[in-house]
């Protein structure tokens, strides 16, 4: 499993918490696709705690921030340290979004509770790289799991120089 001390957002990620062209379309069941792809990750101690308190914070606020992104988060005790996970969707799925438009690519951030200001800055980290629309466009040509986690890698790199 990765590590999760640093900032870097590739190295929350695996090929196997990320999925390229999840078939789902609605926000509940991608949202539980989501969450499925932890399942099984050495950090998750319980995937239904983990389900119950990202759908308990989706529900006080959507997070979908626009520009097709959503960024469903939670800080748990399901957890012993940050994981996350990424969907891309074949169509667009309506998400409450703040812009009003539908999301294709869900990132899924879960820390630890007293992880606050790490979550927070990794957040941020994250926003600002989907933020970049040539990112988001080579993010949604990704055709596997390989390709979308090396453009997060390429992206790291870019960031660490």
């Known amino acids: 499993m990765p590590t999760t001390g640093s900032l ?3 190295d ?3 090929p196997a918490t990320i999925r390229v062209g999840a078939p789902e379309t609605d926000k509940e069941a991608v ?3 989501l969450i499925n792809l932890l399942d099984g990750h050495l950090a998750v101690t319980d995937l239904d705690a983990v389900r119950h308190d990202v759908f308990k914070r989706e529900a006080q ?3 979908g921030v626009g520009l097709g992104l959503a ?3 939670a800080r748990t005790t399901a957890v012993t340290e940050t994981v996350a996970a990424l969907a891309i969707t074949r169509e667009p799925v ?3 979004a703040h812009d009003g438009e539908p999301v294709r690519l869900l990132f899924l951030l879960v820390g630890p509770e007293q992880a606050r200001g790490r979550h927070i800055r990794l957040l941020g980290r994250i926003s600002r790289l989907m ?3 040539s990112f988001r466009q080579r993010l949604l040509a990704a055709t596997s799991s390989d390709e979308a986690l090396a ?3 390429d992206a790291d790199a870019k960031l660490a120089v």
């Open 131 to 133: 933020n970049q629309d």
């Open 61 to 63: 606020m959507s997070t």
């Open 8 to 10: 870097s957002i590739s």
């Open 31 to 33: 949202l539980n696709a």
């Open 71 to 73: 960024l469903p988060h």
């Open 94 to 96: 309506p998400f409450d």
């Open 151 to 153: 453009l997060f890698r």
């Open 12 to 14: 929350l990620l695996l």
